[in-house]
Protein backbone atom coordinates (compact mmCIF):
# COMPACT_ATOMS: atom_id res chain seq x y z
CA UNK A 1 0.00 0.00 0.00
CA UNK A 2 1.45 3.30 -1.06
CA UNK A 3 1.20 6.41 1.31
CA UNK A 4 1.80 4.94 4.27
CA UNK A 5 4.80 3.17 6.14
CA UNK A 6 5.01 -1.06 6.15
CA UNK A 7 3.44 -2.87 8.68
CA UNK A 8 3.87 -6.33 9.54
CA UNK A 9 1.78 -8.15 11.75
CA UNK A 10 4.28 -10.79 13.73
CA UNK A 11 1.48 -13.41 14.28
CA UNK A 12 -0.33 -15.98 12.37
CA UNK A 13 -3.62 -15.70 14.45
CA UNK A 14 -6.76 -14.70 12.37
CA UNK A 15 -8.39 -13.15 15.05
CA UNK A 16 -5.25 -10.66 15.41
CA UNK A 17 -5.66 -10.27 11.77
CA UNK A 18 -9.13 -10.19 12.16
CA UNK A 19 -9.27 -7.60 14.99
CA UNK A 20 -6.78 -5.24 12.97
CA UNK A 21 -8.91 -5.00 9.74
CA UNK A 22 -12.01 -4.09 12.20
CA UNK A 23 -9.64 -0.88 13.33
CA UNK A 24 -9.08 -0.52 9.21
CA UNK A 25 -5.31 -1.39 9.57
CA UNK A 26 -4.11 -3.88 6.15
CA UNK A 27 -0.84 -5.47 7.41
CA UNK A 28 1.94 -5.70 4.44
CA UNK A 29 2.56 -9.21 5.76
CA UNK A 30 2.02 -11.90 8.00
CA UNK A 31 5.47 -13.33 10.33
CA UNK A 32 4.59 -15.50 12.80
CA UNK A 33 7.64 -16.28 15.04
CA UNK A 34 8.62 -19.61 15.67
CA UNK A 35 8.63 -19.38 19.70
CA UNK A 36 8.70 -21.50 22.17
CA UNK A 37 5.60 -20.60 24.50
CA UNK A 38 6.08 -23.03 27.38
CA UNK A 39 5.93 -20.58 30.68
CA UNK A 40 9.52 -20.35 32.76
CA UNK A 41 9.35 -22.28 35.95
CA UNK A 42 7.92 -19.99 38.35
CA UNK A 43 6.97 -17.80 35.87
CA UNK A 44 4.45 -15.12 36.75
CA UNK A 45 1.73 -14.41 33.87
CA UNK A 46 2.05 -11.14 33.47
CA UNK A 47 6.04 -11.92 32.92
CA UNK A 48 5.56 -14.45 30.50
CA UNK A 49 3.05 -12.69 28.45
CA UNK A 50 5.74 -9.71 28.18
CA UNK A 51 8.46 -11.84 27.77
CA UNK A 52 6.96 -13.77 24.90
CA UNK A 53 5.46 -11.10 23.09
CA UNK A 54 9.32 -9.39 22.66
CA UNK A 55 10.91 -13.07 22.00
CA UNK A 56 7.99 -12.87 18.94
CA UNK A 57 9.17 -8.90 17.97
CA UNK A 58 12.97 -9.90 18.18
CA UNK A 59 12.05 -13.37 15.87
CA UNK A 60 10.08 -11.14 13.53
CA UNK A 61 12.20 -8.19 13.03
CA UNK A 62 15.37 -10.53 12.47
CA UNK A 63 12.93 -11.99 9.11
CA UNK A 64 11.99 -8.64 8.53
CA UNK A 65 15.72 -7.36 8.41
CA UNK A 66 16.40 -9.84 5.43
CA UNK A 67 13.39 -8.65 3.42
CA UNK A 68 14.34 -5.85 0.76
CA UNK A 69 10.43 -4.85 0.74
CA UNK A 70 9.86 -4.98 4.52
CA UNK A 71 13.09 -3.76 5.84
CA UNK A 72 12.06 -0.38 7.85
CA UNK A 73 8.47 -1.77 8.71
CA UNK A 74 6.42 -1.47 12.00
CA UNK A 75 6.28 -4.74 13.72
CA UNK A 76 3.47 -5.78 16.07
CA UNK A 77 3.68 -8.69 17.78
CA UNK A 78 1.64 -10.34 20.69
CA UNK A 79 0.86 -12.66 23.08
CA UNK A 80 -2.04 -13.65 25.48
CA UNK A 81 -1.40 -15.25 28.92
CA UNK A 82 -4.80 -17.27 30.84
CA UNK A 83 -4.15 -17.32 34.38
CA UNK A 84 -6.24 -18.16 37.40
CA UNK A 85 -4.19 -16.66 40.19
CA UNK A 86 -0.40 -17.37 39.94
CA UNK A 87 -0.84 -20.29 37.42
CA UNK A 88 -1.33 -20.35 33.95
CA UNK A 89 -3.55 -21.95 31.56
CA UNK A 90 -1.96 -23.96 28.39
CA UNK A 91 -2.91 -22.94 25.06
CA UNK A 92 -5.46 -26.30 24.92
CA UNK A 93 -4.72 -28.61 21.77
CA UNK A 94 -6.04 -32.12 23.69
CA UNK A 95 -9.12 -32.38 24.86
CA UNK A 96 -8.22 -33.22 28.04
CA UNK A 97 -6.09 -30.09 28.46
CA UNK A 98 -9.57 -27.75 27.23
CA UNK A 99 -11.64 -30.07 29.68
CA UNK A 100 -9.46 -29.30 32.90
CA UNK A 101 -8.94 -25.50 31.71
CA UNK A 102 -12.73 -25.53 31.69
CA UNK A 103 -13.27 -27.17 34.99
CA UNK A 104 -10.91 -24.64 36.39
CA UNK A 105 -12.79 -21.69 34.87
CA UNK A 106 -16.67 -22.92 36.27
CA UNK A 107 -17.72 -20.41 38.52
CA UNK A 108 -14.52 -18.59 38.86
CA UNK A 109 -12.59 -15.39 38.46
CA UNK A 110 -9.72 -15.53 36.16
CA UNK A 111 -7.31 -12.66 34.59
CA UNK A 112 -6.73 -12.54 30.39
CA UNK A 113 -3.43 -10.58 29.82
CA UNK A 114 -2.10 -9.63 26.64
CA UNK A 115 1.11 -8.11 26.01
CA UNK A 116 1.76 -6.23 22.58
CA UNK A 117 5.44 -5.02 21.58
CA UNK A 118 5.59 -2.62 19.02
CA UNK A 119 9.33 -2.47 17.13
CA UNK A 120 9.25 1.11 14.92
CA UNK A 121 11.06 1.78 12.00
CA UNK A 122 14.30 2.68 13.68
CA UNK A 123 14.06 -0.24 15.90
CA UNK A 124 12.90 0.90 19.05
CA UNK A 125 10.83 -1.75 21.38
CA UNK A 126 7.34 -0.31 22.73
CA UNK A 127 5.58 -2.38 25.23
CA UNK A 128 1.96 -2.39 27.10
CA UNK A 129 0.45 -5.13 28.62
CA UNK A 130 -3.12 -5.04 29.28
CA UNK A 131 -5.48 -7.42 31.97
CA UNK A 132 -8.79 -8.44 31.67
CA UNK A 133 -10.85 -9.74 34.59
CA UNK A 134 -13.66 -12.51 33.51
CA UNK A 135 -15.52 -14.37 35.47
CA UNK A 136 -17.42 -17.55 34.19
CA UNK A 137 -20.70 -19.19 35.62
CA UNK A 138 -20.69 -22.42 36.82
CA UNK A 139 -20.28 -25.10 33.95
CA UNK A 140 -22.11 -28.61 34.34
CA UNK A 141 -20.16 -31.58 32.94
CA UNK A 142 -22.70 -30.98 29.72
CA UNK A 143 -21.54 -27.77 29.15
CA UNK A 144 -18.09 -28.53 28.94
CA UNK A 145 -18.80 -31.97 27.29
CA UNK A 146 -20.27 -29.92 24.46
CA UNK A 147 -17.91 -27.16 24.18
CA UNK A 148 -15.36 -29.33 23.64
CA UNK A 149 -17.34 -30.91 20.79
CA UNK A 150 -17.52 -28.00 19.63
CA UNK A 151 -13.70 -27.45 18.63
CA UNK A 152 -13.47 -24.25 19.26
CA UNK A 153 -11.19 -24.46 21.96
CA UNK A 154 -8.44 -25.76 20.62
CA UNK A 155 -5.22 -23.90 20.49
CA UNK A 156 -6.49 -21.11 22.36
CA UNK A 157 -5.46 -19.69 25.63
CA UNK A 158 -7.54 -21.34 28.44
CA UNK A 159 -9.26 -23.79 26.06
CA UNK A 160 -11.85 -21.14 25.37
CA UNK A 161 -12.63 -18.19 22.30
CA UNK A 162 -14.36 -15.34 24.01
CA UNK A 163 -15.57 -14.41 20.67
CA UNK A 164 -17.62 -17.98 19.94
CA UNK A 165 -20.18 -20.23 21.74
CA UNK A 166 -17.85 -19.32 25.18
CA UNK A 167 -18.91 -16.09 25.32
CA UNK A 168 -22.08 -17.25 26.79
CA UNK A 169 -20.24 -18.64 29.49
CA UNK A 170 -19.02 -15.09 30.67
CA UNK A 171 -21.19 -13.60 33.58
CA UNK A 172 -19.05 -10.21 34.28
CA UNK A 173 -16.17 -9.08 32.40
CA UNK A 174 -14.08 -5.66 33.42
CA UNK A 175 -11.89 -4.57 31.01
CA UNK A 176 -11.23 -5.04 27.35
CA UNK A 177 -13.19 -7.56 25.22
CA UNK A 178 -10.89 -6.89 22.77
CA UNK A 179 -8.04 -8.06 24.78
CA UNK A 180 -9.53 -11.31 25.72
CA UNK A 181 -9.88 -11.89 21.75
CA UNK A 182 -6.29 -11.51 21.28
CA UNK A 183 -5.37 -7.57 20.83
CA UNK A 184 -6.35 -5.19 22.63
CA UNK A 185 -7.67 -2.65 19.87
CA UNK A 186 -7.61 0.91 22.03
CA UNK A 187 -3.85 0.13 23.31
CA UNK A 188 -2.59 -1.18 19.94
CA UNK A 189 -3.88 1.74 17.57
CA UNK A 190 -2.88 4.38 20.75
CA UNK A 191 0.43 2.66 20.64
CA UNK A 192 0.87 3.02 16.87
CA UNK A 193 -0.56 6.06 16.54
CA UNK A 194 2.37 7.25 19.70
CA UNK A 195 4.85 6.10 16.96
CA UNK A 196 3.31 7.74 14.06
CA UNK A 197 1.70 5.08 12.15
CA UNK A 198 -1.23 6.52 10.08
CA UNK A 199 -3.67 4.43 11.65
CA UNK A 200 -6.94 6.69 9.76
CA UNK A 201 -4.77 5.77 6.50
CA UNK A 202 -7.49 2.83 5.98
CA UNK A 203 -10.54 4.40 7.16
CA UNK A 204 -11.47 6.62 3.78
CA UNK A 205 -12.30 3.29 2.03
CA UNK A 206 -13.27 0.74 4.89
CA UNK A 207 -16.80 -0.54 3.90
CA UNK A 208 -18.80 -0.65 6.99
CA UNK A 209 -20.25 -4.68 7.28
Known amino acids: MLGRPKFVLASGSPRRLSLLNQAGIEPDALRPADVDETPRRGELPRACANRLARAKADAALKSVQLDDELRGAFILAADTVVAVGRRILPKANLVDEAAQ?????????????????????REAFRQRLVETRVRFKRLSEDDIQAYIGSGEWRGKAGGYAVQGIAGSFVVKMVGSYTNVVGLPLYETTTLLGGEGFPIRFGWLNSTAV
Open 101 to 121: CLRLLSGRNHRVYTAICLVTP
